[in-house]
């Protein structure tokens, strides 16, 4: 074969950081060192009592239209775009069930995990999407899983960790449906109204591992970014953080409430509220000795929906003005995922006015 074929092959896949960190503990290859900026911005913490001031939201009262829960819900996206959720429904076994599966998944031997390997250029699967930038330290599973015709069910896991992912994402839906419902009565629309504007409700979810890292300060486990859809679910460990918010310039660390998920507003959001409701910067580091596992369930519009302020809330913006552009769903997705995960740029490039 000649020199160019070089030219021609695939990108070569990313390393799988779990199996790094099993064949040599005390190895952070070069890739995925973050630079002085980033590392000084690990100084950047707010004080610790900060971390327990995100607001806490109850569901059940949410879900029933309660006026005080609803202020809150207003409050907690526009100050903080982000809120832990409690009294949601979601029994503590479906929980549980889904994390003794990803447990036992991540600790199949890489063939095992390949299996279901994510193939280049695609992002369902096992594995790393292709990004040109410092490395996360952290391996993933994402699937699509509602509208069910998006399911590719060739890169699912097997039974029994399919059967917890059905499960678990069947109590997301209800709650993920309730929750656009809320968004769509504090943003002065009838209950349903939002969940038209999506034309269809996508939903995603990403399992992601974050291994332990021997120089925690010098990686990180996700990049800072925003979330590009609507709404975002988490769940996590109780007992492992590492989740960190911006908030007024300073990460805030989020403390996990036992049995809590936590919530934040995604870009579609900020652009619907015209800018009312925040989608926050986060980010994810790692600690030292505990391997930490979160599950994501996003909630996003059909590709083909127009997205831009709503009516009502560019009435109550300063000025009456919209400050971000009409953008098709598709095409912000088009143009975000060629762009670092540096921030939120996206919003700022893709659809603010005047970029
Ligand atoms: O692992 C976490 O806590 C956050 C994950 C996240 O931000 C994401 O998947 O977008
Ligand atoms: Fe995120």
């Given at each position: 074969?000649?020199?160019?074929?070089?030219?021609?092959?695939?990108?070569?896949?990313?390393?799988?950081?779990?199996?790094?960190?099993?064949?040599?503990?005390?190895?952070?290859?070069?890739?995925?060192?973050?630079?002085?900026?980033?590392?000084?911005?690990?100084?950047?913490?707010?004080?610790?009592?900060?971390?327990?001031?995100?607001?806490?939201?109850?569901?059940?009262?949410?879900?029933?239209?309660?006026?005080?829960?609803?202020?809150?819900?207003?409050?907690?996206?526009?100050?903080?775009?982000?809120?832990?959720?409690?009294n949601h429904g979601v029994e503590i076994e479906i929980m549980k069930g889904l994390k003794d599966s990803a447990q036992k998944?991540?600790?199949?031997?890489?063939?095992?995990?390949?299996?279901?390997?994510?193939?280049?250029?695609?992002?369902?699967?096992y594995g790393h999407s292709h990004v040109d930038q410092i490395l996360d330290w952290s391996d993933k599973l994402v699937l699509?899983?509602?509208?069910?015709?998006?399911?590719?069910?060739?890169?699912?896991?097997?039974?029994?960790?399919?059967?917890?992912?059905?499960?678990?994402?069947?109590?997301?839906?209800?709650?993920?449906?309730?929750?656009?419902?809320?968004?769509?009565?504090?943003?002065?629309?009838?209950?349903?109204?939002?969940?038209?504007?999506?034309?269809?409700?996508?939903?995603?979810?990403?399992?992601?591992?974050?291994?332990?890292?021997?120089?925690?300060?010098?990686?990180?486990?996700?990049?800072?970014?925003?979330?590009?859809?609507?709404?975002?679910?988490?769940?996590?460990?109780?007992?492992?953080?590492?989740?960190?918010?911006?908030?007024?310039?300073?990460?805030?660390?989020?403390?996990?409430?036992?049995?809590?998920?936590?919530?934040?507003?995604?870009?579609?959001?900020?652009?619907?509220?015209?800018?009312?409701?925040?989608?926050?910067?986060?980010?994810?580091?790692?600690?030292?000795?505990?391997?930490?596992?979160?599950?994501?369930?996003?909630?996003?519009?059909?590709?083909?929906?127009?997205?831009?302020?709503?009516?009502?809330?560019?009435?109550?913006?300063?000025?009456?003005?919209?400050?971000?552009?009409?953008?098709?769903?598709?095409?912000?997705?088009?143009?975000?995922?060629?762009?670092?995960?540096?921030?939120?740029?996206?919003?700022?490039?893709?659809?603010?006015?005047?970029?």
């Open positions: 074969m000649g020199s160019n074929s070089a030219l021609y092959a695939p990108c070569p896949p990313l390393p799988n950081v779990q199996e790094l960190v099993r064949s040599d503990p005390f190895q952070v290859p070069e890739r995925y060192i973050r630079n002085e900026k980033d590392i000084s911005n690990y100084a950047d913490l707010c004080p610790p009592q900060l971390s327990s001031e995100v607001p806490t939201i109850n569901f059940s009262l949410l879900s029933k239209g309660n006026k005080e829960e609803l202020n809150k819900l207003d409050q907690a996206c526009k100050e903080w775009g982000f809120f832990q959720m409690v998944f991540f600790k199949l031997p890489l063939e095992e995990k390949n299996r279901i390997a994510m193939p280049p250029n695609d992002i369902q699967g699509v899983v509602y509208p069910q015709q998006y399911r590719k069910l060739e890169v699912w896991p097997p039974t029994p960790f399919k059967e917890a992912i059905e499960t678990y994402s069947t109590e997301l839906r209800r709650l993920g449906e309730d929750l656009v419902r809320s968004m769509s009565l504090v943003m002065g629309m009838e209950k349903d109204a939002l969940l038209r504007l999506h034309q269809e409700l996508v939903q995603p979810m990403s399992v992601a591992y974050y291994p332990p890292c021997f120089m925690p300060d010098k990686v990180l486990g996700l990049s800072p970014h925003s979330d590009k859809g609507t709404l975002g679910i988490l769940m996590q460990e109780d007992d492992v953080p590492g989740l960190q918010i911006k908030h007024e310039g300073k990460w805030v660390p989020i403390k996990p409430l036992p049995g809590a998920f936590v919530v934040n507003v995604g870009d579609i959001t900020e652009i619907w509220s015209n800018g009312k409701y925040k989608s926050i910067e986060h980010r994810v580091i790692t600690n030292e000795s505990k391997a930490r596992i979160s599950y994501s369930t996003f909630y996003l519009p059909h590709q083909n929906v127009e997205i831009e302020p709503l009516d009502q809330m560019v009435l109550q913006s300063p000025g009456s003005l919209p400050v971000y552009k009409k953008v098709k769903y598709g095409d912000y997705l088009k143009q975000t995922q060629k762009m670092k995960k540096e921030g939120k740029a996206h919003v700022t490039e893709v659809a603010k006015i005047g970029s």
